[in-house]
């Protein structure tokens, strides 16, 4: 039987009420921490985006021009309710909407052992769908799936277009 990996995308105050949050986001941490205590901790990792205090000066700030994640703010941080039940080892800091670091971390999971992978958190059409699909070309034979009641988009029907993107690449939902 494979071992089971739960990643949590970006579950950071700015994505769930901060300044990108949506009530859509605010909805789901319930059922995202439901289902992080529904696996072991160590099988349990998180990504936490982070951005420098000049944001605004970089590619992504030019496109998205609204200071958030800067590295040690509370927008930053993940939620608390959230972070208490994650191991600080398993949480990632990326510059990016993917993380390669991640992918290489469970990339070593899977070298040793069969494993499977379940994602969740914020923002199905960015960040989730950035991370599965650098997860799939890093791990093309294991199962990878999305939890869509565990995620939320910038608008819902970002979320959906993202579901459907991340079906046409083999990532299911569940």
């Known amino acids: 039987m494979a071992r089971k990996i739960l990643i949590v995308v970006d579950m950071q105050n700015d ?25 072991p901790k160590k099988d349990v990792f998180a990504t936490r985006d982070t ?9 992504e700030g030019r496109y998205l021009p609204v200071p958030h994640c800067i590295k040690g703010t509370d927008g930053w941080q993940i939620r608390k309710e959230i972070a208490d039940i994650i191991d600080e080892d398993n949480v990632i800091d990326k510059p990016t909407f993917g993380s390669v670091k991640l992918a290489e971390k469970i990339s070593e999971l899977a070298a040793a052992e069969d494993i499977e992978i379940e994602l969740v958190g914020l923002c199905t059409d960015i960040c989730v769908v950035s991370n599965a699909l650098l997860l799939k070309a890093y791990l093309p034979e294991v199962k990878i799936s999305v939890d869509p009641s565990c995620c939320a988009g910038v608008t819902p029907e970002k979320h959906e277009a993202a579901l459907e993107t991340m079906r046409s690449c083999q990532i299911q939902g569940i």
């Open 15 to 39: 994505f769930i009420d901060g300044a990108l949050g949506t009530k859509e986001a605010v909805a789901i941490v319930p059922s995202v921490i439901k289902k992080i205590k529904s696996y």
């Open 51 to 59: 951005h420098p205090e000049n944001y605004m000066d970089t590619q």
